[in-house]
């Protein structure tokens, strides 16, 4: 089956950067496209941004833009979020999310686990 | 931007129909996607594209769409159900433009 698999938590300290890993396995790597998105405690969803895997666009939510960079590795069939300039308001889950609808991605179809980046000094 | 609206909370008795709102003046030119998350899981999609159900989603969980409101419908409410549960869009027009609703707790009394 479709899977995402997300690297372990991290505590970072204010002004440094964090890099997630999602591994994926069950489907065409190459053919799908990775969401991003994440979640303060006891706070709703907010989305991050995209990234094609095939062609390698990307596309950040506005709020995000300066700060975060989506790179994918197709050999190992993982994809990357590197979020720099921490502060303690990133504090969240962070989830990617795969979907085989790769040109104008609109759905989070099957989610990894999550990994929870803890921003504090 | 603009915003997707969903009540906060909604209750009901095992066995009853939950309906869920999300409201936005977008949605008629938009596709929504619902997703339930259960306390300490990761969301999994239950509708796309307004009212398709994916694959393993059981049959009791259905979408409608009527003007600026889409609707989750769960039909013979099961306690397993009870979870939080998000609309969502995506808006391609002008800019790349992902939104969520603010999320609405279901409770199975």
């Known amino acids: 089956q479709m899977q995402l698999v997300q690297s372990g938590p991290e505590v970072k300290k204010p002004g440094t950067s964090v890099k997630v890993s999602c591994k994926a396995s069950g489907f065409t790597f190459i053919n799908s496209a990775v969401q991003w998105a994440r979640q303060a405690r006891g706070q709703g969803l907010e989305w991050v941004g995209w990234i094609a895997v095939g062609t390698g666009v990307t596309n950040y939510a506005q709020k995000f833009q300066e700060r975060v960079t989506f790179t994918r590795d197709v050999s190992t069939s993982t994809a990357y979020m590197e979020l720099g300039s921490l502060r303690s308001e990133d504090t969240a889950i962070y989830y990617c999310?795969?979907?085989?609808?790769?040109?104008?991605?609109?759905?989070?179809?099957?989610w990894g686990q999550g990994t929870l980046v803890t921003v504090s000094s | 931007s603009y915003d997707l609206t969903q009540p906060p909370s909604v209750s009901v008795s095992p066995g009853q129909t939950a309906r869920i709102t999300c409201s936005g003046d977008e949605l008629p030119d938009h596709y929504a996607y619902w997703y339930q998350q259960r306390p300490g899981q990761a969301p999994v999609l239950v509708i796309y594209k307004d009212s398709q159900r994916p694959s393993g989603i059981p049959e009791r969980f259905s979408g409608s769409s009527s003007g600026t409101t889409v609707t989750l419908t769960i039909s013979g409410v099961q306690a397993e159900d009870e979870a939080d549960y998000y609309c969502q869009l995506a808006d391609y027009s002008t800019a790349t433009y992902l939104l969520f609703g603010g999320g609405t707790k279901l409770t199975v009394l």
């Open positions: 999310a795969g979907t085989l609808e790769w040109e104008l991605p609109s759905s989070f179809d099957f």
